[in-house]
């Protein structure tokens, strides 16, 4: 397993900027992933790729082909006047985007649950292994 999380790391490192914006591109690129476990014995995704599949199913079975984010855009925020997107359109100035600033160490392990904490504290915890690189370390 290590291998293959180098192999993804890897992967990750290589790609270009555009790749992201490119939803055909990031379907070829999840569709040649295998499975660090047997189907059906377990289940954990990334935060991020989970919305990618999500997307890809959406865009593959619904009528209108839309993305996750087209569909929110067209069915919940519009409808409903919300000013909020999955994919901030470019037409969006910056001007308007929040600042975020990454947490002192204290404060991420006094923020969150305790369970939460002391799951980020093994390297075996699921969040762990889908979150390889976005926690400090």
Do not use: C
Not at 114 to 129: C, G
Request: hydrophobic share 35%.
């Amino acid at each position: 397993m290590l291998s293959r999380r180098k192999e993804l790391e890897s992967r990750r490192i290589r790609r270009k900027h555009s790749y992201y914006g490119n939803q055909d591109s990031q379907a070829r690129q999840s569709s040649g992933t295998l499975p660090v476990w047997a189907p059906g014995t377990r289940q954990a995704h990334h935060a991020i790729s989970l919305g990618y599949y999500e997307s890809e199913l959406m865009r593959r079975v619904g009528p209108q082909h839309r993305s996750l984010g087209q569909f929110f855009q067209d069915e919940i925020a519009t409808p409903l006047g919300l000013d909020f997107y999955i994919r901030l359109p470019e037409s969006i100035p910056n001007s308007r985007l929040a600042t975020l600033a990454r947490p002192s160490r204290a404060a991420m392990l006094l923020g969150f649950p305790i369970r939460l904490t002391l799951a980020v504290l093994n390297p075996r915890a699921n969040i762990v292994r889908a979150l390889p690189g976005s926690l400090p370390g």
